[in-house]
């Protein structure tokens, strides 16, 4: 069974900086795709943010292009991300969640392995 600990997160003034970090356990293949969600409100639907492939190949939602850099770790299975020019319009809870797969979608119903979610407030 596949396990997702994060940590990061926190508050910041809008244009400061913050890093999340995802580690993975239970992982049987090398292949592992991981990506990054938010959601802005309980309730809300979560969006894709960013996502690294296995191959290390990303992706990025338009609105953090620039701003976000996604990365992983392959002999620790954790993924990072860093995020710069925080805007008060990231604020939301994140969670991270993977797949052993080569290439995944930047779509949360396909995924089965989340993280706990970590906050993060961006004041203005």
């Known amino acids: 069974q596949v396990e997702l600990v994060q940590s990061g997160g926190g508050s910041v003034q809008a244009g400061g900086s913050l890093r999340l970090s995802c580690e993975a356990s239970g992982f049987t293949g090398s292949r592992h795709c991981m990506g990054w969600f938010r959601q802005a409100a309980p309730g809300k639907e979560r969006e894709g943010v960013a996502?690294?492939?296995?191959?290390?190949?990303?992706m990025y939602v338009d609105s953090v292009k620039g701003r976000f850099t996604i990365s992983k770790d392959n002999a620790k299975v954790t993924s990072y991300l860093e995020m710069n020019s925080l805007k008060p319009e990231d604020t939301g809870m994140y969670f991270c969640a993977a797949q052993g797969r080569l290439y995944c979608p930047l779509h949360a119903d396909t995924y089965n392995s989340w993280g706990q979610g970590t906050q993060v407030t961006v004041s203005s």
């Open positions: 996502l690294i492939h296995s191959t290390g190949e990303t």
